[in-house]
């Protein structure tokens, strides 16, 4: 079965840190595009950001520049987004998605994981 599953979500104060991880089962992520999408409650969906497969292409949406980073260990079939400086308004539901490897980057999305929690709030 083809999955991509999100962990790493949970409760965290103001200014602190969480590392989210999206891996893969069913296929193998070395050839894909990877994103990271948040949806806030009464929000619509948002990219956060998109690392390419192999050629070192990565997007952050402007507000979480500075604070986030995207990596991915092919070994391990796993992509991350570190999430430091946290602020209230980065709670969300984060999701990620497989997405084809040419432009736009993380244009053509096709398996998505069925998401995780943050909540920024002391």
């Known amino acids: 079965q083809v999955q991509l599953v999100e962990s790493g979500g949970g409760l965290v104060q103001p200014g602190g840190s969480l590392r989210l991880s999206c891996t893969a089962s069913g296929f193998t992520l070395d050839s894909y595009a990877i994103g990271w999408f948040r949806q806030a409650p009464g929000k619509e969906r948002e990219e956060v950001s998109c690392?390419?497969?192999?050629?070192?292409?990565?997007y952050y949406e402007d507000s979480v520049k500075g604070r986030f980073t995207i990596s991915r260990d092919n070994a391990k079939n796993t992509v991350y987004l570190q999430m430091n400086r946290l602020k209230p308004e980065d709670t969300a539901v984060y999701y990620c998605?497989?997405?084809?490897?040419?432009?736009?980057?993380?244009?053509?999305?096709?398996?998505w994981g069925q998401g995780t929690l943050v909540t920024v709030s002391s």
């Open positions: 690392i390419s497969s192999s050629d070192g292409w990565i």
């Open positions: 998605a497989s997405a084809l490897n040419r432009p736009p980057l993380c244009g053509y999305l096709e398996v």
